[in-house]
């Protein structure tokens, strides 16, 4: 097993370059975008569309008209100008999306780095979301695997940490199996020391990160910190269809 990884979206532009077609690519987006998707799907959304701009959310809801809107530019719901005045039913919380709301709802999802990532790994053998919230059974799903990439989707063009704590995680279950002994490259072994300097307090980790405390900062908002930072709540994989659509396996 190779475990590679991608800590910022600038090196995400490669890999329309490269043969991905025998790797399974996990991306993170752990404040909050992939957290968000799990969490919908746990709740019984039946698919989510992750789009990488507002124009190509809105246009699917045209052909969809049953379909939900979500998404975020900066952190802060959708609205206004920027979808033409069409108001998202949805933000990039988590907590917003209840089982009452999204029951049997196929969601149109836009955010500022998470489902620009996912579309990034078009081509590889499996996309997985991945969270906190479903690691341990996304680590138990790439067990067989010869070829993992793991993509931190970052904020604009930087790092962000808790996507960086969360692979290294991810790293740490790969590679406690019993007889396994992973190819890591540099980027997965700094993301392995992140989570052994930090993972002992989950909460109080993502909370120091700058995403984290731009959160924290927002009353309506703060909850999710806390929320992004529970531990295998899920037991199941969410990865993306044929179609491009995110469903649980």
């Known amino acids: 097993?190779?475990?590679?990884?991608?800590?910022?979206?600038?090196?995400?532009?490669?890999?329309?370059?490269?043969?991905?077609?025998?790797?399974?690519?996990?991306?993170?987006?752990?404040?909050?975008?992939?957290?968000?998707?799990?969490?919908?799907?746990?709740?019984?959304?039946?698919?989510?569309?992750?789009?990488?701009?507002?124009?190509?959310?809105?246009?699917?809801?045209k052909k969809n008209p049953r379909t939900l809107l979500a998404g975020e530019r900066d952190g802060v719901k959708i609205h206004g100008a920027l979808s033409g005045g069409r108001e998202f039913d949805f933000g990039n919380s988590p907590r917003e999306f209840t089982p009452e709301r999204v029951h049997g709802h196929t969601i149109a999802s836009t955010t500022t780095n998470g489902t620009r990532a996912l579309r990034a790994c078009a081509g590889a053998k499996a996309v997985l979301a991945a969270s906190f919230l479903n690691l341990q059974a996304t680590a138990d799903f790439l067990?067989?695997?010869?070829?993992?990439?793991?993509?931190?989707?970052?904020?604009?063009?930087?790092?962000?940490?808790?996507?960086?704590?969360?692979?290294?995680?991810?790293?740490?279950?790969?590679?406690?199996?019993?007889?396994?002994?992973?190819?890591?490259?540099?980027?997965?072994?700094?993301?392995?020391?992140?989570?052994?300097?930090?993972?002992?307090?989950?909460?109080?980790?993502?909370?120091?990160?700058?995403?984290?405390?731009?959160?924290?900062?927002?009353?309506?908002l703060r909850a999710d910190v806390a929320f992004c930072a529970q531990r295998d709540i899920f037991n199941f994989v969410v990865a993306l269809n044929t179609h491009g659509a995110l469903q649980k396996l």
């Not at 790092?159 to 890591?184: C, F, K, Q, Y």
């Not at 700058?210 to 927002?218: E, V, Y």
């Open 1 to 61: 097993m190779k475990i590679e990884t991608l800590l910022s979206p600038a090196e995400l532009p490669a890999l329309a370059h490269r043969d991905l077609s025998q790797t399974v690519c996990v991306v993170f987006d752990i404040l909050r975008a992939t957290t968000t998707f799990v969490t919908a799907l746990n709740n019984g959304a039946a698919a989510i569309i992750p789009a990488c701009e507002i124009a190509e959310a809105l246009a699917f809801h």
């Open 143 to 220: 067990k067989a695997e010869k070829s993992i990439l793991l993509v931190c989707a970052g904020t604009g063009t930087g790092v962000s940490l808790e996507d960086v704590l969360a692979a290294g995680a991810l790293v740490e279950l790969l590679a406690a199996r019993v007889n396994a002994h992973p190819i890591l490259t540099d980027a997965s072994l700094a993301a392995r020391h992140t989570f052994w300097q930090m993972g002992a307090d989950l909460t109080n980790a993502l909370g120091s990160t700058a995403n984290g405390r731009r959160l924290l900062g927002l009353p309506d």
